[in-house]
């Protein structure tokens, strides 16, 4: 039980291209999601947590404007990179959970490379 | 600021030896902790989770132990199999805050 999939798990695009990645909760209804982005061999840090029908929140430092996320139901987050450029290449992760309190199960990542 | 890091980045055990991974955070109030195993190209994986209110708790294989004092948490792997190979985070919660995650540790079994 507790799985997430991640679609797509790799994408290569031009530098201007808006990208989009989803999350699904498949098993389990995912009251919040939680997006991460991880640079090679370091920790998770957090973009922002979305609850399905609100808007998300953005940590410090993370541009809303540019990392779009929209949560429409209890399965479903979605993230956008609008107009991608290398810097933005990284490996993204969601995460779901079904309450507070309980732990987050994360999906398989999926890997951004921006030419 | 609160922290949660690793004493040692990288640790090498023989295949079924046991292994010991450790992780000192700093929030006092912290309150929830997890282990997590993350494989190459892969997210991380829930392992095993421990609350303040306890100082150990086991499960297959594996055992966390929490020591408030000093502010410490440790995963121990039983019998490590080199299908243990990953790197592994500890991760800290404080009530209805996010979580935290450690920088991780990359644990290589020898056969």
């Known amino acids: 039980g507790a799985v997430v999939s991640q679609h797509p798990s790799r994408v290569i695009c031009k530098s201007g291209t808006s990208v989009k990645i989803e999350c699904r909760s498949l098993?389990?209804?995912?009251?919040?999601m939680f997006w991460y982005r991880q640079f090679p061999k370091q920790s998770l840090m957090l973009m922002a947590t979305s609850n399905e029908g609100s808007k998300a929140t953005y940590e410090q430092g993370v541009e809303k404007d540019k990392f779009l996320i929209n949560h429409a139901s209890l399965t479903l987050s979605t993230l956008t990179v609008t107009s991608a450029h290398p810097e933005d290449s990284s490996f993204y992760i969601c995460s779901a959970r079904t309450g507070i309190g309980q732990p987050q199960h994360f999906g398989d990542g999926t890997r951004l490379s921006i030419l | 600021g609160e922290s949660v890091g690793l004493h040692l980045p990288t640790l090498s055990v023989q295949e079924g030896d046991n292994s010991i991974i450790n992780c000192a955070y700093s929030n006092s109030a912290s309150d929830y902790f997890i282990w997590y195993k993350q494989e190459s190209g892969k997210g991380p994986q829930f392992i095993i989770d421990?609350?303040?209110?306890?100082d150990k708790r086991q499960g297959q294989r594996v055992t966390v132990l929490l020591n408030k004092t000093v502010k410490h948490l440790s995963l121990q792997i039983a019998a490590t199999q080199p299908g243990d190979s990953a790197v592994y985070f500890c991760a800290e919660k404080s009530g209805a805050n996010n979580l935290f995650f450690g920088t991780g540790t990359r644990l290589t079994v020898i056969p």
């Open positions: 098993d389990f209804q995912a009251t919040t």
């Open positions: 421990i609350r303040s209110n306890m």
